[in-house]
């Protein structure tokens, strides 16, 4: 189940949530005309059930991705094949790869009909949000199941059988598909299905924020940073995708007003009027959460390298992510205008570790910090004094010469 989440979500990562993750601000959703108007009381539940629920992927999937990186790491010392991770290259691609997505989605809302569009892409996410949505689950409805209920492993596999080719023959089998299950995972699989067919059939804000909580929480358990250096090239990169496509053009938001798929949450603000079918929402992008989240993850795995008792990164960061996005919601309603959070989270996110490291003098620890780091290869004794002698001095040489012929006589 996780391989299969991890590619799922992988594939999110690359098309999609880059694609908005700054699309869907929290100003996108004001008082439009026909709207309930929002109370200030409807306001503050609204914001403030985003905050929460913005905090809560984080928290949840920087320790999953905890167990995710032991799981690697044991992967990794039986086969020996390095984890993927995004490199430095990679996370500078990724605001031009962005930004590439973001403007041909809006190339494609005014050229095509926007009713086509989001019907291919809620039929896309429905079966991405099938699986995120019951990996998140699985372990929660585990434990909820009864202990007499047996947990039965089933093993589907497609093998392709060894192939003739010339005079050799390869006895290797190649698995097209490789996928274990157990019986409560189909129980995951079922649950999961209820809540994207409701989405898909009455796009329901709670059942959009379910799929929207799972795919966060998925991504920030399974893409993973490989060390800080990495982390801060992606979100100083994306710092700049995000102002300039928020303040210098209409695009980022017209795709955010057009796009109709969970990769955002949303809560009413006329909630405390016209209850569950409110419709005024306050919005809140996915990629505001995951961006962030990967990177205070990796500050999560990196306390635990240290081997200490409190887990201070972590948390400072993760404050300063809270108070980050306080920021951006008040200086939003200051000036009646959509904000780009990473703005404001970026600077939070990247000065709290790199000041508190440079106090806590853990800088050069930080800095030299990997999630997998190369192992260099074993050089044997032989091959140690062959270079040893090599980087000897002739003059060192001649002294040690007859320093031995001292010692023969």
């Given at each position: 189940?996780?391989?299969?989440?991890?590619?799922?979500?992988?594939?999110?990562?690359?098309?999609?949530?880059?694609?908005?993750?700054?699309?869907?601000?929290?100003?996108?959703?004001?008082?439009?005309?026909?709207?309930?108007?929002?109370?200030?009381?409807?306001?503050?539940?609204?914001?403030?059930?985003?905050?929460?629920?913005?905090?809560?992927?984080?928290?949840?999937?920087?320790l999953r991705s905890v167990k995710h990186h032991k799981e690697q790491s044991t992967a990794f010392a039986k086969t020996g094949e390095k984890p993927d991770t995004m490199?430095?290259?990679?996370?500078?691609?990724?605001?031009?790869?962005?930004?590439?997505?973001?403007?041909?989605?809006?190339?494609?809302?005014?050229?095509?009909?926007?009713?086509?569009?989001?019907?291919?892409?809620?039929?896309?996410?429905?079966?991405?949000?099938?699986?995120?949505?019951?990996?998140?689950?699985?372990?929660?409805?585990?434990?909820?199941?009864?202990?007499?209920?047996?947990?039965?492993?089933?093993?589907?596999?497609?093998?392709?059988?060894?192939?003739?080719?010339?005079?050799?023959?390869?006895?290797?089998?190649?698995?097209?598909?490789?996928?274990?299950?157990?019986?409560?995972?189909?129980?995951?699989?079922?649950?999961?299905?209820?809540?994207?067919?409701?989405?898909?059939?009455?796009?329901?804000?709670?059942?959009?924020?379910?799929l929207g909580l799972s795919f966060a929480v998925n991504g920030v358990e399974l893409l993973h940073l490989n060390n800080i250096a990495t982390g801060c090239i992606l979100?100083?990169?994306?710092?700049?995708?995000?102002?300039?496509?928020v303040f210098g053009t209409n695009v980022m938001v017209t795709v955010a007003k057009s796009f109709e798929a969970p990769i955002k949450i949303v809560f009413p603000q006329?909630?405390?009027?016209?209850?569950?079918?409110?419709?005024?929402?306050?919005?809140?992008?996915?990629?505001?959460?995951?961006?962030?989240?990967?990177?205070?993850?990796?500050?999560?795995?990196?306390?635990?390298?240290?081997?200490?008792?409190?887990?201070?990164?972590?948390?400072?960061?993760?404050?300063?992510?809270?108070?980050?996005?306080?920021?951006?919601?008040?200086?939003?309603?200051?000036?009646?205008?959509?904000?780009?959070?990473?703005?404001?989270?970026?600077?939070?996110?990247?000065?709290?570790?790199?000041?508190?490291?440079?106090?806590?003098?853990?800088?050069?620890?930080?800095?030299?910090?990997?999630?997998?780091?190369?192992?260099?290869?074993?050089?044997?004794?032989?091959?140690?004094?062959?270079?040893?002698?090599?980087?000897?001095?002739?003059?060192?040489?001649?002294?040690?010469?007859?320093?031995?012929?001292?010692?023969?006589?």
């Amino acid at each position: 189940m996780a391989e299969v989440v991890e590619e799922v979500i992988a594939q999110i990562q690359e098309n999609l949530t880059a694609t908005v993750e700054g699309a869907v601000e929290e100003g996108a959703a004001t008082n439009a005309p026909g709207k309930t108007p929002s109370t200030p009381e409807g306001m503050a539940l609204a914001y403030g059930t985003l905050v929460v629920m913005a905090l809560l992927p984080i928290f949840f999937g920087s320790l999953r991705s905890v167990k995710h990186h032991k799981e690697q790491s044991t992967a990794f010392a039986k086969t020996g094949e390095k984890p993927d991770t995004m490199s430095s290259k990679d996370a500078m691609m990724f605001p031009i790869m962005a930004s590439c997505a973001l403007f041909g989605l809006y190339m494609f809302f005014k050229i095509f009909s926007k009713e086509n569009i989001n019907y291919l892409l809620t039929g896309y996410f429905f079966f991405l949000g099938v699986m995120a949505l019951s990996h998140l689950l699985s372990p929660v409805i585990s434990s909820l199941i009864p202990a007499s209920i047996p947990k039965i492993p089933y093993h589907l596999s497609f093998v392709q059988g060894p192939q003739e080719g010339g005079e050799k023959k390869s006895k290797e089998k190649k698995y097209l598909i490789d996928y274990r299950f157990t019986t409560h995972d189909v129980v995951c699989f079922i649950v999961a299905l209820i809540i994207s067919v409701w989405y898909l059939v009455q796009k329901h804000w709670i059942a959009n924020n379910l799929l929207g909580l799972s795919f966060a929480v998925n991504g920030v358990e399974l893409l993973h940073l490989n060390n800080i250096a990495t982390g801060c090239i992606l979100l100083c990169g994306l710092f700049v995708y995000d102002i300039f496509w928020v303040f210098g053009t209409n695009v980022m938001v017209t795709v955010a007003k057009s796009f109709e798929a969970p990769i955002k949450i949303v809560f009413p603000q006329d909630l405390m009027t016209n209850g569950l079918s409110a419709s005024n929402f306050a919005v809140l992008g996915l990629g505001d959460i995951v961006i962030p989240g990967i990177f205070i993850a990796l500050l999560l795995r990196f306390d635990n390298s240290l081997k200490r008792k409190s887990k201070t990164y972590f948390y400072a960061t993760f404050i300063a992510y809270f108070v980050g996005l306080l920021a951006t919601i008040f200086v939003m309603h200051v000036f009646k205008h959509a904000q780009p959070a990473l703005l404001y989270l970026v600077p939070a996110c990247l000065g709290t570790p790199l000041l508190l490291a440079v106090l806590k003098g853990d800088l050069k620890k930080l800095l030299a910090y990997e999630d997998h780091p190369e192992e260099k290869p074993k050089v044997s004794k032989k091959e140690n004094n062959a270079n040893a002698e090599k980087s000897t001095p002739p003059a060192k040489k001649e002294t040690k010469a007859k320093k031995e012929a001292k010692k023969a006589k």
